[in-house]
């Protein structure tokens, strides 16, 4: 969809900053006018990881005058397989800051805000209202549905983007021109069924893939050139090498931009997307044990039943001595049930608790009334009992 410029161009581009943007300046659909809107445009990325670090990047390197920053997390060493606007030296460092050291050294020209703090309802409105154009580089399906809710409340148009494995989609959501992300997907998936990264992985160049093509519709739609991913979704498959597009419609039914919207106001998405489900909570409930209490059962030689519900390749990184490798799915379709011990103890632990309260559930379902998991999983176990042992 073509669309008009969002911002007005600036009143004059400075000597240096034409020698700088001499590229852009001599094609003909960007052009003198095109670089002054980039350079008056105030544009935010909604984190510093794997999209929002070419994203930034880029969005400095093009000439963006305003570049804000949403992060509150601290750079960590696996980061830096996929967030290239971090360095080594900066682990441990604030990503906001190390995010924007990185800015400036590639534009001194940028203005760069920070907001080094969890973008929650209670904020989001004051932070958008700041800027022209969003960019969404978040990676949970809650903070999705409070930027898209937040952006239609303000009439802001916002570049979205999303990576798993090989896979990224990318679209550009404006309720006034055309659908938003809950036309797209009106509920989130159930607790569980979708995983994140940070379970199933993701390949770091992927990332400069969806992130550039963020960039390229945040530059078209700041100065109205070419045809925007406005009802469209970019889908992008890495390990084919194939890119293709699947129009998406505006919903006249949807809950915050349809023609009767019931979401007017911002609402829990925490609870709306539920990061763990009912079932998975009640099963968890009395039933969860630390990583000290399961170092005493081993060291007490208990009769129990240690089952590892990651995935193989997670399992061969870091695994808990003694436990027995059965992925979540092999529960959940049941072909795991007829294989457990029925005179031992079972104790279930994933990565950090999430999957394994999840599986809890079908065992206490399913009779094994005295299952247990471990809280904080494999991490919490590395981090309080073995810390020379590797973490992901």
């Not at 000597?15 to 935010?44: T, W």
């Not at 969003?134 to 399906?141: A, E, P, S």
């Amino acid at each position: 969809m073509s669309l008009p410029p969002l911002v007005e161009p600036a009143a004059e581009l400075t000597v240096d900053e034409v020698r700088r943007y001499s590229r852009h300046l001599i094609i003909p659909d960007v052009g003198m006018d095109g670089q002054k809107r980039l350079k008056n445009a105030k544009v935010l990325c909604v984190g510093a990881g794997g999209l929002g670090s070419p994203a930034l990047m880029y969005l400095a390197a093009a000439g963006v005058g305003t570049l804000g920053i949403v992060e509150f997390d601290e750079v960590d060493e696996s980061n830096l397989q996929r967030q290239i606007i971090h360095s080594q030296a900066d682990i441990g460092r604030s990503k906001a800051e190390s995010a924007r050291d990185s800015v400036l050294g590639i534009n001194p020209y940028v203005n760069v805000i920070l907001h080094e703090e969890r973008l929650e309802a209670e904020n989001v409105m004051d932070i958008f209202s700041q800027y022209d154009l969003i960019v969404d580089g978040t990676d949970n399906f809650a903070t999705r549905y409070l930027v898209n809710d937040a952006c239609v409340l303000l009439n802001k148009p916002y570049v979205w983007g999303s990576i798993y494995r090989f896979d990224g989609q990318a679209s550009v959501f404006w309720s006034e021109y055309g659908p938003c992300y809950r036309c797209l997907y009106p509920e989130p998936p159930p607790p569980g069924m979708v995983p994140s990264c940070a379970e199933g992985g993701v390949l770091g160049v992927l990332c400069a893939s969806i992130g550039s093509i963020q960039v390229t519709e945040a530059i078209k739609v700041l100065t109205g050139t070419g045809e925007s991913l406005v009802g469209r979704l970019m889908i992008y498959d890495a390990l084919e090498m194939q890119y293709r597009q699947v129009k998406i419609r505006k919903d006249p039914n949807c809950a915050v931009c349809g023609e009767n919207p019931t979401v007017t106001e911002l609402i829990d998405y925490e609870a709306f997307c539920g990061v763990v489900s009912e079932e998975a909570q009640q099963a968890a409930a009395g039933a969860t044990i630390t990583p000290k209490q399961l170092k005493e059962w081993i060291d007490d030689g208990e009769n129990i039943e240690i089952i590892d519900v990651r995935e193989p390749n997670e399992y061969e990184i870091v695994s808990i001595p003694g436990a027995k490798l059965i992925p979540k799915n092999e529960f959940l379709l049941g072909t795991a049930l007829e294989g457990l011990p029925q005179d031992k103890k079972i104790v279930l632990h994933c990565k950090t608790g999430v999957r394994s309260a999840e599986v809890l559930a079908v065992l206490k379902s399913a009779g094994f009334s005295d299952a247990v998991h471990v809280g904080g999983g494999v991490i919490g176990w590395v981090n309080q009992i073995e810390p020379s042992k590797p973490v992901y």
